[in-house]
């Protein structure tokens, strides 16, 4: 693990992650201090667009290593995700051999050193020059250390999920033609999850666990003065309390922080100086994805919005 004076305390990881324009409470510093002493990865839970992908993303500018993302998907292999043999190269390199085949036999003295002097050709065949590294391998091998992000894990097989055990516990990956693969420098990993589904207790047991719910009204103030600093502080209040409200009905999508940030900017390009009525309907569709939730919210939109102003 790298060592960095960003990372001696809780309160200098807090300060450098809002100098880095990403606003973190104390419970996700205190785990980022944690998991960079301890070398441990982070499971990253909580509603879509709070923020997790982000705080991979800035962790590794802070640290300035390089971010290795693997996106997974339903159906995601060993071949995607860890590596994959060169084939073309392996083809001509066949070609090759081909082409030498004889003068390689005529060599040799008797039968069985012609098959010894042809299995130390194939041992070149499945060899590190003609293996292609996928992400979970370019993790590993990157000298000085990288930040790899495995993005919605929980949106992979559960055969995938444990194909990662062995990474996330020794840092390292067996490769049958080749042997075991160990980490040049630990990577700092994070895996995140929208809840789609179960995630095993083989793979949470290796992790520090960290859920990052929708910011508290204050934090989420600070969010956007940090994101769209030109909005003032009576349309920032009256918006943060706006989305508070809306996200405690019974929707299909909550509005999220990077949606939030989208309608400051959206307001502050219409020269909004306070919310109205009217103004918040012409701009559902910034904040709002389903149809029957702007109807649920249209319903409430009188309410919603002078209890808005009534709180600023």
């Known amino acids: 693990m790298w060592k960095d004076e960003k990372y001696s305390s809780v309160e200098e990881i807090r300060q450098s992650y809002k100098n880095a324009g990403y606003i973190c409470s104390r419970q996700i510093a205190t785990t980022m201090y944690l998991a960079y002493h301890l070398g441990k990865p982070v499971l990253v839970e909580g509603p879509v ?11 590794a500018a802070l640290l300035g290593a390089p971010l290795i993302r693997l996106q997974c998907y339903e159906g995601l292999d060993e071949s995607k995700a860890l590596y994959e043999w060169k084939y073309g190269k392996q083809l001509l390199y066949t070609q090759m051999l081909k082409d030498r085949l004889d003068k390689i036999i005529e060599e ?9 002097k ?15 590294p996928r992400p979970l391998l370019k993790a ?3 000298e000085g250390g990288a930040v790899l992000l495995v993005d919605e894990v929980d949106k992979a097989d559960q055969e995938f999920e444990a194909f990662l055990l062995e990474i996330l516990s020794d840092f390292q990956v067996s490769i049958p033609e080749i042997g075991t693969v160990e980490a040049l420098t630990r990577p700092f990993v994070f895996l995140t999850s929208n809840n789609t589904r179960e995630i ?13 719910p929708f910011p508290e009204p204050g934090l989420e103030r600070e969010i956007i003065r940090i994101k769209v ?7 920032t209040g009256e918006m943060v309390a706006f989305i508070d409200q809306v996200r405690k ?3 299909k999508k909550a509005p999220s922080i990077s949606e939030t940030i989208d309608w400051a900017r959206v307001l502050l390009l219409l020269h909004a100086d306070r919310l ?27 309410d919603l919005t002078a209890r808005s102003r009534a709180q600023v």
């Open 118 to 132: 042809l299995h130390l050709y194939d041992d070149i065949f499945f060899s590190p020059q003609f293996l292609e």
């Open 49 to 59: 667009g709070v923020g997790k992908t982000e705080l991979a993303k800035t962790t």
């Open 108 to 116: 040799a003295d008797s039968l069985a050193e012609s098959i010894n």
């Open 140 to 142: 590993l091998q990157t």
């Open 229 to 235: 600093p030109d909005i003032s502080e009576a349309l």
């Open 276 to 302: 109205s009525p009217e103004l918040v309907k012409s701009t559902y569709n910034v904040i709002l994805k389903f149809e029957e939730d702007i109807m649920t919210v249209d319903q409430r939109l009188q």
């Open 200 to 212: 095993s207790d083989a793979l949470r047991r290796r992790c520090l666990h960290l859920f990052i």
């Open 249 to 251: 009905l019974d929707l």
